[in-house]
């Protein structure tokens, strides 16, 4: 018998997190060691009694401390940003799942990359925010960083039909999200409620107001960038409503690769916890019996201007991607809080990295303070 994989879930009360519970749980080849949450506590508790985990660790020390952790046999509460890191860099971890939303997820997912280990990564801020350092380290510590995010485990499928210097383009596929037909007046009208309606996938909320802006393509650009080493003109979007076929890539020969599977994130984060191997799983399977279409159409720039800031962030690297991960992180939350409109979301974020002061070769410390910097514009621009 092989010896059990033992995974980690940063974030498991979130989207990415149940659902990699569910992955764990079907699969006898992989043991979950420790879990993460930072408020739903009623929830992480539910995840200790439902699946056993060694370590469990409240990351907001706040919430931890209105809240009674029973003693349970066999497992370890730990709370504070500290107790994450350490979940991360745990000697008996082999896999993490870095699923934190935003920015809350870098100091984890850069322990864990730090420590070597292999890295499931959901937390796609990671990358826009520091990249090009990120990667670096993962080079220097031997860490392996498989993506999570559906269109980057698509390419990463694709591209194992040939050699990375054979890859002419990597075409990312986008839903078009809820807001696909609208024109411009009708963008300039959208609700909070509409926003959040998104028709293909069912996840958190910032990543789903992200599909509606297409900020969240503009971050997958910047992400495809550094994870596989690609010159921003490589990448290209298509529009794809169904979202069945989760991105594709060209060769040098003209020959397309496409991975394709019902929109369901079990999939891409099975594959990113028993890479190299594939097994039977929880994910659903296509329906031949049925008749489907598949479309792909062109991304339409002008009506969704978050595109360009992708493939102009993409292209400057240095501070570009902390400024834009959280001008935007910042501009999703005030417009949830309804204090700025839907498209707004996009130009603030816009007029914030016009005004920051470019640097090309940042120190990681560096980029939290542009970090801070651009929440605080965000802010003012709003006032
Ligand atoms: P979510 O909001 O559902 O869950 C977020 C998780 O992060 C929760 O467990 C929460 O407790 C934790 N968290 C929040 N703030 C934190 C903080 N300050 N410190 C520590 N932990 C904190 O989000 P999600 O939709 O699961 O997305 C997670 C990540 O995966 C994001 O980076 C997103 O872009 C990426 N992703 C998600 C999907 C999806 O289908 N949901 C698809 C692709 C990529
Ligand atoms: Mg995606």
Redesign the pocket.
Known sequence: MKPLKNIAI??????????GLEVIEELPELNLFGI?????LDN?LNQVHEHHPSIVVC??PEAARQYDFPQTAGVEFQTG?SA?VDLAQHPEVDTVL?????R??LE?TWSAIEAGKTVAL?????LVLAGSQVMQMARQSGARILP???EHSAIFQAMQAGQANEVRRVLLTASGGPFRDFNSNQLKTVTVEQALSHPT????????V?SATMM?KA?EIIEARWLFGLEPNQIEVIIHPQSIVHSLVEFNDSSVMAQMSPPD?KL?IQYALTYPERMPGPAPRLDFRKAMALELEPADLDRFPALQLGFDVAQSGGTAGAVLNAANESAVNAFLENKISFCNIVTACRDVLNQHEFETNPSLEKLISMDLWARKEISEWIA
């Open positions: 940063l974030g498991s009360t979130g989207s990415i997190g149940r659902n993460s949450g930072h408020s739903s992480l990351s907001n940003a994450l870095a699923a934190i939303v935003g809350a997820g984890s959901a937390n796609k801020e990671t999570v995010d559906s996938w069912k996840m958190g909320k910032k990543i789903t992200d969240n971050l994130m891409p």
